[in-house]
């Protein structure tokens, strides 16, 4: 094992077998890719691998299912719950129509109390901002909050990369940092893992865990705490993200649970806050809508545990340097998209990946994105797009918005009433538009004319329902066809297809008539 100051090395994708290593490990094995929104395999592909992995289905379906219990319950307590989902979107599309100026307000705002604003355009910016500040106060390591604008931008990474070790101090966000893994869910990166697996990779890389350590979840935390009390007492930068920025007075926001985020946002000398420029409210104010829209969305608590709030730098409480990074890196090419810019909405409570029956079994790995689910599949692929969210089908995250039902399920709980579903039909489209015209012969194009002909007719359609039913000796004993040959081989390698009856409805509807309406 690699280490280095004191935490493993980073695996790299070329270093690793096409399925991402070496799966004897007691931590599996997911290389750190190059491009944290392109992990270089698409939804399909690596979904066949993931849906193999009996022990990770079970882990996503007991924890996703508890969470959804656990929300179902707080929010049948809230009797006008569905008009807080409406103020909460109305202050998001309040933000998208007045983002600049709000961007403004708060970059004065944070000046004004003493902190300093650096505008990143893309991930190579927000991490040179980063590791600078970092080297300027001569820190060999800094302790991190958990942040999905960070593992967005790769930082932990590129600070290992220019020799300063990156501590997360998140539980989870530990475990996955031990194992060498990536994060799979937007609020509990280690969901894929059971209390098992994670005792054995405190064992084999904690390197101060009790050796006679359990796998009681009690147990699992107090050895955390005890690894990371040192580093949060030592460490002189700590970096963040927010959940919130509050234009009106420049404070930032951060919730949590566990307490680990309070340490690193008040002992550090120097605190810098990676944020993404759609995490901005108008008004203080509007904190009392989200701050009861959040924690049950994601938690299912009724308030976080741990809510922090800071302005600036207050002289002799708290860092004493405050840097705001403030991170585009493809925003406002979704801003400007009048259908696609919703995803920005998003407050990344992660309650459509808890519902969510594809998420549920191939689990966050599988989008190839440090943002999983529903909302990673209409975030991601705008975010990498050139502009509009088209990138075609050449790109690896084309295939994103089909990993869905489109049941609606994510639409439901989204507590800002995001139409994930609507949004993925559109880049559907897109994708679709993006690629016509490019081969000389498009099947799909050719399937459809020929299928148009077909039901134009009763006739030719009565004969291609008999034709089919003559693919019902096809299915196994499950009535399944696993294989098949072109072109329906094109739907057989994705999918099962249910055999055809052995009649028609038409076939048996003149049956019946026939028999007096007796069958």
Not at 253 to 276: D, K, Q
Not at 299 to 322: A, C, H, I, K
Request: proline share 7%; with cysteine.
């Amino acid at each position: 094992m690699s280490t280095f100051l004191g935490l493993p090395g980073l695996r790299r994708r070329e270093a690793t077998s096409p399925e991402g290593g070496d799966p004897t490990e007691p931590w599996g094995a997911v290389p750190h890719p190059d491009e944290p929104l392109r992990w270089g395999e698409s939804f399909p592909a690596a979904a066949k691998h993931t849906l193999k992995n009996e022990q990770l289905r079970r882990n996503l379906g007991h924890a996703t299912a508890t969470i959804r219990a656990k929300r179902a319950a707080v929010v049948d307590e809230v009797p006008d719950w569905e008009a807080l989902r409406d103020t909460g979107s109305a202050v998001k599309e309040q933000v998208m129509a007045q983002l600049p100026d709000l961007l403004a307000q708060l970059e004065e705002n944070v000046t004004a109390r003493g902190g300093v604003v650096h505008w990143a355009r893309d991930a190579a910016e927000a991490n040179r901002i980063v590791t600078e500040i970092a080297r300027a106060r001569g820190a060999d390591e800094v302790v991190k909050v958990k942040s999905m604008a960070t593992q967005e931008i790769g930082l932990n990474e590129h600070l290992a990369d220019e020799g300063i070790a990156a501590i997360e101090t998140d539980l989870a966000e530990l475990i996955v940092q031990l194992a060498d893994d990536m994060p799979s869910h937007i609020l509990v990166p280690a969901i894929h893992r059971n209390r098992a697996e994670i005792r054995d990779i405190f064992l084999a890389r904690m390197g101060d865990a009790p050796p006679d350590l359990s796998d009681v979840p009690r147990e699992l935390a107090m050895a955390a705490r005890a690894h990371l009390r040192r580093k949060f007492l030592s460490a002189k930068v700590a970096v963040s993200g927010a959940n919130f920025g509050v234009a009106d007075t420049g404070t930032l926001a951060v919730v949590e649970s566990e307490g680990n985020g309070r340490m690193c946002l008040t002992l550090p000398e120097t605190l810098v806050t990676v944020m993404g420029i759609e995490k901005l409210i108008p008004t203080y104010t509007d904190l009392e809508v989200f701050l009861q829209l959040l924690p049950r969305s994601s938690t299912g608590e009724r308030m976080n545990p741990y809510t922090s709030l800071w302005t600036g730098v207050t002289p002799g409480d708290g860092p004493q340097e405050f840097h705001l990074v403030l991170l585009d890196n493809g925003r406002t090419d979704v801003l400007a998209d009048s259908v696609g810019r919703a995803a920005l909405h998003c407050i990344r409570c992660s309650a459509c990946l808890n519902v969510c029956p594809v998420y549920e079994r191939v689990g966050g790995h599988a989008y190839g994105s440090v943002y999983p689910g529903p909302i990673g599949a209409i975030l991601t692929p705008q975010l990498t797009a050139s502009t509009g969210g088209v990138s075609g089908a050449d790109d690896v995250n084309a295939s994103l918005p089909y990993a869905s039902t489109l049941c609606g399920a994510c639409y439901d709980v989204c507590p800002v009433k995001i139409d994930i579903p609507s949004i993925l039909v559109d880049l559907r489209a897109r994708e679709v538009d993006a690629d016509r015209g490019k081969h000389k012969v498009d099947p799909w194009k050719a399937a459809m004319k020929a299928a148009s002909w077909v039901m134009s007719d009763g006739g030719r359609f009565g004969l291609a329902g008999r034709a089919a039913t003559l693919g019902h000796g096809l299915g196994g004993r499950d009535g399944v066809i696993s294989k098949a040959p072109p072109p329906v081989s094109a739907w057989t390698r994705e999918r099962d297809l249910p055999a055809p009856p052995t009649e028609t409805f038409r076939q048996w509807m003149a049956e019946h008539e026939q028999d007096g309406g007796e069958r």
